[in-house]
């Protein structure tokens, strides 16, 4: 894993589907599992999503909070 994905999950948004616009990190979990069971997409996006569902599936989430930028 680059740690330069973990500051990705939390700026880069979702390019099509339902949660278009979505920042990843904040993507529901079944929509993730869903990905999980069906296969990710290739490319940047495929690696950032995998990322996501593991982190989301162990529980670590909240390890992404220091990362996010404030919103004015």
């Given at each position: 894993m680059n740690p330069d994905d973990l500051e990705l999950l939390v700026t880069r948004t979702m390019p099509y589907g339902k949660y278009k616009g979505r920042i990843i990190a904040d993507?529901?979990?079944n929509y993730l599992n869903w990905f999980a069971r069906e296969g990710f997409?290739?490319?940047e996006i495929g690696r950032l999503l995998?990322?996501?569902q593991e982190i989301d599936h162990n529980g670590l989430t909240p390890l992404l909070a220091p990362l996010?930028?404030?919103r004015p």
């Open positions: 993507l529901p979990g997409p290739a490319g995998t990322l996501m996010r930028k404030p």
